[in-house]
């Protein structure tokens, strides 16, 4: 079964607000944690990662926050652009795999 | 800034052909990976490579899958005898360092079996 998922497959923000995208994984085993964009016709953009002995990292205009104890995950943009519009992936991996696993994608829809 | 590029961005192909999807992976890389994506649907591990063979696997990956680094810059992923179900977008990536590792994607090639 996955391990990885998003709560909400679309989000609609207006311009100039701030996104906050959610994602729950199963894996406890789970060490590191990754973001990515993907826009039409795309590949996969790496956007922020953290690992598992980390609550947060910031990046620019993006955060990262992790929860293990609710083995949640959440990327948070700032003033959101158009440019921003995209599906976001989370994604996981474990420290002795040689993989990463992602979950289902959230489209994220700038209003203007 | 560096990039995986992949080759070709686009293929049709009959139903039970052969088909060899291309890659070249940053240079300083040493960890290869093939990925896929069905439209609409999520990145699906294949395979991955590391130290000219393959160090890990998925269900997916059949035996009508084969990777090769043919030389020091190309990586490829042939399909033996492609199925309706095989369409989609394939995704090479590759990092630097081991697992876990920031992996980088290329921009895809997408395949249509008819």
């Known amino acids: 079964g996955e391990s990885v998922g998003l709560h909400l497959p679309t989000l609609s923000v207006q311009e100039g607000d701030n996104s906050i995208i959610n994602c729950a994984y199963s894996?406890?085993?789970?060490?590191?944690f990754i973001w990515y964009k993907q826009e039409s016709g795309k590949g996969p953009q790496f956007i922020i990662d953290i690992r598992s002995n980390m609550d947060k990292r910031q990046g620019q205009r993006v955060t990262v926050l992790l929860n293990k104890t609710v083995k949640h995950l959440s990327l948070q943009i700032a003033a959101t652009q158009p440019g921003d519009s995209a599906v976001y992936f989370c994604a996981e991996a474990m420290n002795r795999d040689d993989k990463i696993i992602f979950g289902k994608g959230t489209r994220l829809h700038i209003l203007p | 800034e560096p990039e995986v590029t992949q080759t070709p961005s686009h293929q049709v192909t009959q139903m039970g052909q052969e088909v060899i999807l291309r890659c070249v992976p940053i240079?300083?890389?040493?960890?290869f990976y093939w990925y896929r994506q069905i439209l609409g649907q999520k990145v699906e591990f294949l395979v991955s490579f590391y130290n000219n063979e393959i160090s890990e696997k998925s269900e997916i990956f059949d035996d009508q899958f084969s990777v090769e680094r043919p030389d020091g810059s190309n990586f490829t992923l042939k399909i033996r005898s492609t199925k309706l179900e095989d369409s989609a977008m394939y995704f090479c990536?590759?990092?630097?360092?081991?697992?876990?590792?920031?992996?980088?994607f290329g921009e895809g090639s997408w395949l249509t079996v008819v």
């Open positions: 894996n406890s085993a789970s060490d590191y």
């Open positions: 240079s300083n890389h040493l960890y």
């Open positions: 990536a590759s990092s630097v360092a081991g697992p876990p590792g920031t992996i980088y």
